[in-house]
C-alpha cells in the first residue's frame, strides 16, 4: 500500500498548522515523524486518518483519493491509526478491548442479534480466535483477562496496537508508541513493529524518543512549524543543522 500525501494545508483560525506538506510512504515503508511540539504531526495524522478534513491538499492510498472518506472508511481501505494517550476502554479486558475494535460486526446491531443469532455467534468465535492470535503475537497472555485500565503504560501502548491489528490493516499510523514507556516494553514494542512490517504493513510513526526511532526505522522526516524541515535516513536527519537548530536546540545529534 502506497501513500501519497500531497500539499496538505490545515489552519485553525490564523494559525497554520501544516503549511503545504508533502510525503510519499512507499509499500510496506517504515517511516518516523519528528519535531517539536507544535510542529503539527498530530494534526497530520488526523488529516490522513480522515478526523480533520484539510483546507488543501490531497491524500491518496495506491493512487485512490481519500478526501471524501471518514476515518471508518479510510480503515476498510487499510488505513488506521493509534493515538499518543491510549484510548482503551478501561473496564473491559484485555480481550473484550481487542474483539470491540474488529469493525463490521453484525452483533453491533439488533436486527442481527434478533435474526442471525448462529451467524452472530460463529463471527464472535471467529473475532475470539483473533483476539488469542492478537494477544500471543504481542505478548500479552499474562494480563489478557484483565481490566485493560489496570495496565502499565507500556502495556497500554501494546493494547493500542493491538486493537490497530484487529482491523487487519495494511498501513497503521503510530503516534508516540514509545511515549512513558519503560526501556524493556520499549525494545518489545520496537520488536513487534519491525515483524509486523516483515509480513507487509507498512508504517508512519510519530515518535519523541530519537535513540529507539533511529534504530527502528530506515528512514525519518522532520517538521517544523507545520512544514517538511527533512527527509532521509536517521543518520542525514539528526546531522542536518537545520534540525539540530529546530528539534534539538542546535546540539549535535
Known amino acids: 500500500m502506497t501513500l501519497a500525501i500531497r500539499d496538505i494545508a490545515v489552519a485553525f483560525g490564523g494559525f497554520k498548522a501544516l503549511d503545504g506538506i508533502s510525503l510519499e510512504m512507499p509499500e510496506q515503508g517504515l517511516v518516523g515523524i519528528i ?48 493515538f499518543q494517550v491510549p484510548r482503551e476502554f478501561a473496564h473491559l479486558t484485555v480481550r473484550d478491548n481487542l474483539m470491540a475494535a474488529a469493525p463490521g460486526q453484525s452483533g453491533e446491531h439488533l436486527l442481527g442479534l434478533f435474526l442471525r443469532p448462529g451467524r452472530v455467534r460463529a463471527e464472535e468465535s471467529r473475532l475470539r480466535d483473533a483476539a488469542q492470535e492478537t494477544i500471543d ?33 495494511r498501513m497503521i499510523l503510530l503516534d508516540e508508541p514509545f511515549a512513558g514507556v519503560n526501556a524493556v516494553l520499549v525494545e518489545e514494542i520496537a520488536a513487534r513493529i519491525t515483524e509486523l512490517n516483515a509480513r507487509g504493513i507498512g508504517f508512519l510513526i510519530i515518535e519523541h524518543d530519537l535513540q529507539a526511532l533511529s534504530r527502528l526505522v530506515p528512514r525519518m522526516a522532520v517538521m517544523d512549524r507545520g512544514r517538511l524541515l527533512a527527509d532521509g535516513t536517521p543518520a542525514a536527519v539528526l546531522a542536518d543543522a537545520r534540525v539540530r537548530e529546530a528539534y534539538l536546540g542546535g546540539v549535535a545529534a
Do not use: C, H, W, Y
Not at 47 to 52: T, Y
Open 35 to 82: 519535531g517539536p511540539n507544535g510542529a503539527g504531526k498530530s494534526t497530520l495524522f488526523s488529516v490522513i486518518s480522515g478526523f480533520i478534513a484539510a483546507d488543501a491538499g490531497s491524500v491518496a492510498l495506491d493512487g485512490r483519493a481519500l478526501d471524501r472518506l471518514g476515518p471508518a472508511a479510510r480503515a476498510r481501505r487499510g488505513l488506521v491509526r493509534t
Open 137 to 169: 503475537f504481542l505478548r500479552l497472555g499474562p494480563v489478557a483477562d484483565q481490566q485493560a485500565g489496570r495496565l502499565s503504560g507500556g502495556q497500554k501502548k501494546l493494547v493500542e496496537l493491538g486493537r490497530a491489528l484487529m482491523a487487519k490493516p
